[in-house]
Structures are given as structure tokens and as C-alpha cells.
């Protein structure tokens, strides 16, 4: 619950951890994904935002999960498949996949999890 709450995460969301057994926090930094430097970084994180922050919410309501990016760093909680799910559309985004064929993903595999 501290943990959460240090790393960003709303206080509603840091509580839910108490109370559900089944959500899971998981740190990963962009550069485990792929070797970046200076603007490179930047635009790597800025993908997974979105403009105004849209992308980051499309993965969070496609994934039922919330995401907070705090530096080179990203965190996610949630269930354990639903974090999976969200990690794998953020590594795409950071890759240089194009948003929309990541949308498209997020859509068929939210359809499956309904």
C-alpha cells in the first residue's frame, strides 16, 4: 500500500491493494525494453502518454489497470494477466509501433476479456 502510494498511485488505487488479493504492482524502466538516450527517451515516454495523455488512458480502460509513468520509469497495477496485457502495449509503443495498431490490439483483446 506505501509502496503504491510512494510511487504515484492514486490513494483509492493504494487502498484497493489492501483490500483485493489479486492486483499486483510491477515496476519496469523503458530501457529494459530497448536501449535509449537523450531525445530518444524522451519521445519513447512521450508515445505511451499520448497527447494529453490519451494513449496512457486507452491502456488503462482497455486493461483495467492503472499506469503511472514517473521519469524513464513505468508503473502498473492490477490483475496479474491485465498488467501483462498493458505491458505488452506499452513495450510495442516504445519498440515504434504506431498508436493506432496498438489501439486496434487493445481493442480485440479487450473484447476478449468481456
Do not use: W
Not at 519496469?28 to 494529453?52: C, P, T, W, Y
Not at 496485457?85 to 479487450?110: E, H, M, N, Q
Amino acid at each position: 500500500f506505501i509502496k503504491a502510494f510512494i510511487l504515484g498511485f492514486e490513494v483509492q488505487d493504494a487502498i484497493a491493494l489492501l483490500r483485493m488479493d489479486e492486483l499486483y504492482l510491477e515496476t519496469f524502466e523503458v530501457k529494459d525494453v530497448k536501449s535509449l538516450h537523450g531525445d530518444h527517451m524522451s519521445r519513447a515516454i512521450g508515445r505511451i502518454a499520448g497527447k494529453d495523455g490519451k494513449t496512457k488512458f486507452a491502456i488503462e480502460n482497455a486493461t483495467k489497470t492503472r499506469i503511472v509513468i514517473a521519469d524513464s520509469k513505468v508503473h502498473l497495477l492490477g490483475s496479474f494477466s491485465n498488467i501483462k496485457i498493458a505491458r505488452d502495449a506499452i513495450c510495442d509503443l516504445i519498440l515504434g509501433s504506431p498508436p493506432s495498431k496498438v489501439y486496434t490490439k487493445l481493442r480485440a483483446v479487450a473484447a476478449r476479456l468481456k
